[in-house]
């Protein structure tokens, strides 16, 4: 999970583009971007791993999967091919899955449902970034 995060990131660097881009005024630093998605990451893979554990390839872990996909599909379409609309679409239909994962985990696995609360709050925060970076530029 992290290793994958790694090499697409690693693999679509914001880059020049990205840095010539205006940015609304609650855009963070470069630097905070890597140290939030490894810790979320983390979260993210205890979460699935619990999930699997309890319910196999179930439904809750079609979610999860889907919002994963969604996650590594990102980075590409918004740093590599300059998609920022697409990506937006993209980001939003994440957090959906990712609510849905919280919902679904609520009453079976609390854990597995708290772990995804930060990343919410961060794929909320990403969706706003990424609305106004399109918005202003």
């Known amino acids: 999970m992290v290793g994958g995060g790694w090499i697409i990131g690693a693999s679509n660097m914001p880059g020049a ?3 010539s881009l205006n940015k609304p005024p609650f855009n963070p630093p470069n630097w905070l971007f890597p140290i939030a ?20 390839s179930g439904a809750v872990m079609q979610v999860w999967w889907g919002h994963l996909v969604l996650n590594f599909a990102w980075s590409p379409v918004f740093f590599t091919a300059h998609l920022m609309w697409v990506a937006f679409a993209i980001i939003v239909s994440m957090f959906v899955l990712i609510v849905t994962f919280i919902v679904m985990q609520w009453r079976d696995d609390r854990i597995a449902a708290l772990l995804f609360v930060p990343y919410a709050c961060w794929v909320a925060f990403a969706s706003a970034l990424n609305f106004s970076v399109n ?3």
């Open 37 to 56: 998605w490894t810790v979320l990451y983390i979260l993210v893979a205890i979460a699935g791993w619990r999930t699997y554990e309890r319910v196999g």
């Open 135 to 137: 918005v202003l530029n």
């Open 17 to 19: 583009w990205y840095g």
